[in-house]
């Protein structure tokens, strides 16, 4: 999976982020939003590009777009926007949204073409957990660990296109669970 997504010259996926948040009184309340993302990777002739439209469940709308040259996000409920010029290549761009922009973007790591490498610093361990079934399509269940205090489970499409179908991504350190379902 993670060599077939770091090759993909172009993909684009639907995330439904859900998550729970604890109160207080302890009782759990569920956030969520919508993210479709779309990845362009370079060859010759074109650039790295990257649009991620986000809908809150609150109703907010986002947007962050790089284009090969300038880092755009907008917030279309207050009709903010910031530019700042990235020139490079996509992973450049998506580690500078996350490290110096402090971006929340889910899955992130799955956008970049270092996929499996990134998953080897992480310093996973993965065990098979079973073959499933997801919206018709037979996968494989792996539930993954990693040294940085994040597990996750995945569930692989079999065959030709060994797709993510649905990711749960548990923070340990958190009280909060994050499943994203394919």
């Known amino acids: 999976m993670s060599e077939y997504l770091a090759h993909a010259d172009r993909f684009s ?20 939003e919508l993210r479709i993302v779309t990845v362009s990777r370079s060859d010759r002739l074109r650039i790295d590009r990257l649009r991620i439209e986000v809908e809150r469940s609150d109703g907010q709308k986002d947007l962050v ?10 917030t279309a409920n207050h009709n903010i926007y910031a530019t700042t010029s990235r020139q490079g290549t996509l992973n450049q761009s998506i580690k500078y949204a996350l490290d110096n922009l402090k971006i929340r973007m889910p899955l992130t790591v799955m956008f970049l073409s270092t996929l499996p490498g990134e998953l080897d610093d992480l310093g996973v361990s993965a065990d098979y957990v079973e073959k499933t079934t997801i919206a018709e399509v037979p996968c494989d269940h792996l539930a993954v660990r990693t040294a940085g205090g994040v597990d996750f489970q995945v569930w692989i499409a079999q065959g030709d296109e060994p797709l993510p179908r649905r990711i749960v991504i548990t923070y340990k350190d958190e009280n909060r669970t994050t499943p994203v379902p394919g």
């Open 13 to 32: 996926v639907t995330i439904r982020d859900g998550y729970d948040v604890v109160q207080e009184s302890g009782q759990k309340i569920e956030f969520g």
């Open 65 to 74: 777009i790089f284009d090969g040259k300038d880092l755009t996000i907008y």
